[in-house]
Each structure stands twice: as structure tokens, then as C-alpha cells.
């Protein structure tokens, strides 16, 4: 049982530069989330989607897009990196209770 | 708006003592409530959940929680600390029952001390 898989473990963009980050889950959850995760911050809600062709802003949506074309994937669009975007990114599923989370893509923006 | 308040972004306990973290909710209504654990470079772990029922709950390592509507609580604790729990541990609350957001405090760093 695979969980929730996020790809790739770590990337370095130059500004500007654009990239997705993927994220599959095989718990058949209909709730999604990515979040970001800064020093001292917490967790912050990027977008979510509550099932495959739904989704919606998180508290810190700019500069970022998603899609859910599936119930297995959703993946999160960087158009134009920033270096305000170097963060660690955690992709999440959740059924009716507790979300399980993924093992996070290390971003850094330069 | 809705929000989850942990007190104290780092504890330092000594290797057997008692391990207090707290967590503090915004809502009147319960909410289901979760602690993470996170160690270095890894991902969210579940700790335990409150969900409905006994408010005292138990979860893995020896830790526990109770649910405190009273108060809007929902402390973690462990009586005995273990070098091996050091770590960061998130709060974290989801409004709305099954059909709600996810909601993380910003975490208190878990120091142990031989």
C-alpha cells in the first residue's frame, strides 16, 4: 500500500523557470490538499480539491495552479518560479477523517 | 476565522519527564481534532485523533490527548519523555466534520535532554 506518493523528493529552479510537482494517492480519498511549509509558519493550505474535476484556493493560492482530472492525481502547477516559493511542499488525501501525507518535495528557487 | 493556536513554538523536557504540549482551538462547535508528529525530513505522521466518543484518547509512543470542549483543548501529553520524541508536533483541526479543511497550528519543537 503505496499511501500518498509525491514527486520529485527535491528540485532547484532558476527564477522564472516553471515545473509541476505530482502527487498520487491510492486510497481512493476524495479530499486532496498541497500545502507549503515554512520555518516557524506551520502548515499553510495552498488549494485543495474535495473530489476529481473540483478545486479550490487555500489560504496562500498565488502563483500556483492545480488540476484533478482523477481521484489518484493532483498536481501543482508553478508557472514562474519565485524565490519566494522555496519552501518544502506537502501533497495530502484524506477520507473521513485523518488526512495522510507524503514525503514532501524540497523546492528551492534561485 | 477558524484557527489553532499551539502554545510555545519550543519545548525542552529532560529525558523522563512529563511532555506537555498545548493546543487550543477557535470553535464552538467540536471540530475532529489530530496531533502530528514530523521528524527531520520526513513527512506528517499521525499521532492520534479525536473524533467523537471518550475524550481522553490514546495514540502511538505513549502518547495522549484529552478533549476539553469546556476549554476548547486538546493537550498532548506523554509522562515520560524518551530522547527518541524529539521532534516537531502539529495540532490540527478539521471543522465541518468529514467534509472539512484541514487546519495546522505552526508546531512546537520537541527538545529531549539526556
Known amino acids: 500500500n503505496a499511501g500518498v506518493t509525491q514527486t520529485p523528493k527535491f528540485r532547484i529552479l532558476k527564477i522564472g523557470q516553471s515545473m509541476t510537482l505530482q502527487c498520487a494517492q491510492d486510497?481512493?480519498?476524495?479530499?486532496m490538499y498541497w500545502y507549503r511549509q515554512d520555518p516557524g509558519m506551520g502548515l499553510k493550505l495552498i488549494y485543495y480539491?474535495?473530489?476529481?474535476?473540483?478545486?479550490d484556493k487555500g489560504e496562500v493560492p498565488n502563483g500556483y495552479n492545480v488540476s484533478r482530472s482523477t481521484t489518484e492525481d493532483f498536481p501543482l502547477r508553478l508557472e514562474l518560479a519565485a524565490p519566494s516559493q522555496t519552501s518544502v511542499y506537502f501533497c495530502a488525501s484524506s477520507g473521513q477523517e485523518q488526512a495522510f501525507f507524503g514525503q514532501g518535495t524540497r523546492l528551492t528557487v534561485v | 476565522a477558524q484557527s489553532v493556536t499551539q502554545l510555545g513554538s519550543h519545548v525542552s523536557v529532560s529525558e523522563g519527564a512529563l511532555v506537555l504540549l498545548r493546543c487550543n482551538y477557535s470553535s464552538s462547535v467540536p471540530p475532529y481534532l489530530f496531533w502530528y508528529v514530523q521528524y527531520p525530513n520526513q513527512g506528517l505522521q499521525l499521532l492520534l485523533k479525536y473524533t467523537t466518543g471518550a475524550t481522553l484518547v490514546k495514540g502511538i509512543n505513549g502518547f495522549e490527548a484529552e478533549f476539553k470542549k469546556s476549554e476548547t483543548s486538546f493537550h498532548l501529553t506523554k509522562p515520560s519523555a524518551h530522547m527518541s520524541d524529539a521532534a516537531e508536533y502539529f495540532c490540527a483541526v478539521r471543522y465541518g466534520g468529514s467534509q472539512g479543511n484541514l487546519i495546522f497550528g505552526k508546531g512546537t519543537k520537541l527538545s529531549v535532554k539526556p
Open positions: 486510497m481512493n480519498h476524495n479530499y
Open positions: 480539491s474535495v473530489g476529481a474535476g473540483i478545486t
